[in-house]
């Protein structure tokens, strides 16, 4: 599963607020781009939602959010400094099925509050350059076969332009004469999935076969392996047999 949430082609995101504005604009490079903002930094308290529409697990136990974002700084606007935030907030809802504006605010687990690495000023804006920030985060274990994510602005002047959601997996391999396939990774950061290989043919095993599946969806700890079987040889992670002609 990968799903590029903001891309226009898809009606990805709920507007709960109608604060947060649906935009299409230009990049410092003339490329265009299409954001959901919100800049209500001269009022206090704001509580400004929105939300993805709902997301199929796909299987994944743990997913990854990689959102990109641009933030202004408060320091950069005149007469805020009480009222502006640099920061804002990311949920998740977890479900069986959509379920549409039925799930309410108190009902999303917060993940993390997002704080951005640069912040753009009056200046930046003149010229069109971004500053634009890189966060992901990493949610587990997942249950319900989908989800959705919200993002919750307190009063920064914020600008989403992409939010990619993903897993992780180990791609299959051959390794000792055992096949291991495909397999999603585990629920938390930490995880190591066992996997037991299959002999590939004309072998048999001589120790079990097994490597584990890191977080990271790379291979660890190859355990055991697979032996040739009599007749054959080993060539190139698979066994082969002489060709015995008749007289």
């Known amino acids: 599963m990968e799903i590029h949430v903001t891309d226009p082609k898809?009606?990805?995101f709920s507007l709960l607020s109608a604060q947060w504005d649906a935009i299409n604009e230009m990049d410092e490079y003339f490329?265009?781009?299409?954001?959901?903002?919100v800049c209500n930094v001269m009022s206090p308290s704001q509580n400004n939602w929105l939300r993805t529409s709902w997301l199929p697990r796909d299987g994944a136990r743990r997913i990854y959010i990689e959102v990109k974002?641009?933030?202004r700084d408060c320091n950069s606007m005149p007469g805020v400094l009480g009222t502006c935030k640099e920061t804002f907030n990311l949920y998740y809802y977890e479900s069986d099925r959509a379920v549409g504006?039925?799930?309410?605010?108190?009902?999303?687990?917060?993940?993390?509050?997002?704080?951005a690495d640069e912040s753009f000023t009056g200046?930046?804006?003149?010229?069109?350059?971004?500053?634009?920030?890189t966060e992901v985060r990493g949610v587990g274990p997942l249950s319900r076969r989908g989800f959705y994510l919200a993002f919750q602005d307190i009063g920064a002047c914020i600008a989403l332009t992409s939010v990619r959601v993903y897993y992780k997996r180990c791609v299959g391999v051959s390794?000792?004469?055992?096949?291991?396939t495909d397999v999603v990774t585990g629920a938390d950061s930490s995880s190591l999935v066992e996997v037991r290989g299959q002999c590939v043919d004309h072998a048999e095993e001589r120790d079990t076969p097994k490597m584990y599946c890191s977080a990271e969806g790379e291979w660890l700890v190859p355990i055991g392996r697979c032996v040739c079987s009599a007749?054959?040889?080993e060539h190139t992670d698979s066994c082969v047999g002489e060709l015995i002609q008749g007289v």
């Open 31 to 37: 490329s265009p781009i299409h954001t959901y903002q």
């Open 175 to 180: 390794r000792n004469l055992a096949v291991f």
């Open 231 to 233: 007749g054959f040889e």
């Open 123 to 133: 200046v930046d804006l003149g010229v069109r350059r971004l500053k634009l920030n």
């Open 69 to 71: 974002f641009t933030l």
């Open 101 to 115: 504006s039925a799930v309410r605010e108190n009902q999303f687990i917060k993940i993390d509050t997002i704080a």
């Open 10 to 12: 898809n009606v990805f």
